[in-house]
Nanobody, 126 residues
Framework: EVQFVESGGGLVQAGGSLRLSCEASGFTGGDYAIGWFRQAPGKEREGVSCLSSYDGTTYYLDSVKGRFTISRDNAKNTVYLQMNSLKTEDTAVYYC???????????????????WGQGTQVTVSS
């Protein structure tokens, strides 16, 4: 079982930046996809970004393209989500999650992701 510890959430004004971290443990090898998801109150969970371990390919939700960047530090077993030019509509609880295999080009809500972090709150004020 893969376990995650997320951090980096907080309160920021619109236009500001945050960097979320997802430290992972328990990987046993093989290819996997690490995804960042978010869920706002009253809304369905949505996939924000995904990174495939096999070749580093990344995918993004259209609404965050050009503003968010997913990256990894293998030495630290950590995946990051750098979020710039934040908007009030980015307010949500953000989760990282993993599944075997590769990212899908459309990340979706993540029903095939097996392991999830506890989430970190991101609040963007106007």
């Amino acid at each position: 079982e893969v376990q995650f510890v997320e951090s980096g959430g907080g309160l920021v004004q619109a236009g500001g930046s945050l960097r979320l971290s997802c430290e992972a443990s328990g990987f046993t090898g093989g290819d996997y996809a690490i995804g960042w998801f978010r869920q706002a109150p009253g809304k369905e969970r949505e996939g924000v970004s995904c990174l495939s371990s096999y070749d580093g390919t990344t995918y993004y939700l259209d609404s965050v393209k050009g503003r968010f960047t997913i990256s990894r530090d293998n030495a630290k077993n950590t995946v990051y989500l750098q979020m710039n030019s934040l908007k009030t509509e980015d307010t949500a609880v953000y989760y990282c999650a993993a599944k075997s295999g590769w990212c899908a080009s459309v990340i979706g809500s993540g029903p095939r992701y097996d392991d999830w972090g506890q989430g970190t709150q991101v609040t963007v004020s106007s």
